[in-house]
């Protein structure tokens, strides 16, 4: 009898995911993807959930101290805290993984994401706890933010390195698809309560629905990402460093360069990302909160284009290379933030307009926007230096773009959304073109 091949964790659930696959065939390319696309539809719900009450819910329920602008830029500041937070995350999760296994990260990781979002379904707001309701708020936000680093798993690199040559671009997109799918999940429920509620009803227990239903999705995506983690396929590129986690200081030591680059390299992707769904939602909503249901129902149609265009980016990456694919869309970007001020400013039809163009462009990056520069990592650093460079490029690029967007407008009129989209497509191509030259440079 072979000897059966074991897997270094201490997670129950793990083992009892691994004897699943103990007589059957293992994991095959399509159940990889499945479990990718499950995980990160889970992760971008609850990213999602918070992002829209921060701007239909938080401001009256939370800071109803000040003006309606306000109390959303007080939102969006504590929106950013999930993404000062990951970085701390992955050092920490990173710690539990190689002292405790894969299994036990993961399950902590998702059991505290899903939990920090289910729990902020029963705060109280701030005519019933004054200023504790707010910072119970900002510690579970803080909490989302760690969960998300500690919920890295590798299956996207795992689903990259089973990829064959000249589909790399096809499977880099699909755990991509999970950003469009949790939003069309969050946003359909929030309209569907924003709809069929009074305002007062919404306002004091129909939004918190959302937040509650996020622990059972996490659970389920918990069980589909264990059953993938636990299996021997992945336990061997484990083995192989091809995906296990190193130290971060270690890390920058070694490939440094390539963390500096990867973090920029997707700016404009990530700025574009909440320049499409946080950012318009809450201009709309500010001028017009009666346009918020009309608004969420326009931007339900634009992330159904975004998954066409996430499904496209990967046909087109395979034929040109994933950096040309991430290069042309950042020049795309370019070119829409010089219509974006007058369609966002041009009533229903300029707004229709904004959405349904910004997520096709949106897609075409974002689905290439992925480990397009991570994946120059040797096999020891590629695991966390994935992880890393992700947290980093997501902080710098879409932590604060809420924050920033609405301030911009609200000092300098609209036209200051499209330079700031513009820096980000300059910040976009230099980081590649940075990168080309390293990589010349080490074929000399």
Do not use: C
């Not at 992002?51 to 969006?76: C, H, W």
């Not at 795309?332 to 229709?352: E, H, K, N, V």
């Not at 994935?386 to 902080?395: H, V």
């Not at 497509?425 to 230099?430: D, E, G, N, R, W």
């Amino acid at each position: 009898m072979a000897q059966e091949f074991t897997i270094p964790t201490s997670s129950g659930l793990e083992r009892d995911a691994r004897r699943m696959h103990a007589d059957s065939h293992g994991v095959r390319s399509g159940e990889i993807a499945l479990g990718v696309v499950i995980g990160r539809t889970s992760e971008f719900f609850d990213f999602f959930v918070y992002a829209i009450a921060s701007v239909l819910v938080f401001p009256q329920l939370f800071f109803p101290f000040v003006d309606r602008l306000t109390g959303v830029m007080y939102a969006f500041a504590i929106f950013a805290l999930a993404f000062i937070a990951r970085p701390f995350g992955s050092a920490i999760f990173g710690m539990i993984d190689r002292r405790f296994g894969r299994g036990a990260k993961l399950t902590v990781a998702l059991f505290l994401l899903g939990g920090s979002t289910a729990a902020m379904s029963f705060l109280p707001g701030y005519a019933v706890a004054g200023p504790l309701a707010i910072w119970a708020l900002a510690a579970l936000r803080i909490g989302q933010g760690l969960a998300l680093a500690g919920a890295w798993d590798g299956l996207a690199s795992l689903l990259a390195l089973n990829a064959p040559e000249t589909k790399r671009g096809w499977y880099a997109m699909i755990p991509q698809l999970g950003a469009p799918f949790g939003f069309m999940l969050a946003s359909g429920l929030f309209a569907y309560f924003v709809a069929s509620l009074g305002s007062a009803d919404f306002l004091d227990w129909g939004w918190r629905y959302p937040f509650f239903a996020a622990f059972a999705i996490n659970v389920v995506a918990l069980f589909a990402r264990l059953r993938i983690v636990a299996t021997e396929e992945y336990g061997k590129l484990f083995e192989k460093r091809e995906l296990r986690p190193a130290p971060i200081a270690s890390l920058l030591r070694a490939e440094g360069g390539n963390v500096i680059i990867g973090m920029f390299a997707p700016l404009a992707t990530f700025a574009l990302f909440h320049l499409v769904t946080v950012f318009p939602l809450s201009w709309v909503a500010l001028h017009d909160s009666n346009q918020a249901l009309t608004f969420l129902r326009i931007e339900l149609v634009g992330a159904v284009v975004g998954v066409l265009g996430i499904l496209a980016s990967g046909w087109i990456a395979d034929r040109i290379n994933r950096q040309n694919q991430l290069a042309l869309s950042a020049l795309l970007i370019g070119g829409f933030s010089l219509l974006a001020p007058r369609l966002l400013d041009g009533g229903s039809m300029g707004q229709t307009v904004y959405v349904v163009v910004g997520f096709a462009i949106l897609g075409l990056s974002f689905g290439q926007a992925a480990g397009t520069v991570s994946s120059r990592f040797s096999k020891r650093y590629r695991y966390t230096g994935a992880a890393l460079t992700s947290d980093l490029s997501w902080l710098i690029g879409a932590g604060f773009a809420p924050l920033a967007a609405l301030g911009l407008a609200n000092l300098w009129g609209l036209p200051a959304i499209g330079l700031y989209l513009a820096s980000g497509s300059v910040a976009t191509l230099i980081a590649l073109t940075l990168d080309r030259n390293r990589q010349r440079k080490a074929l000399k």
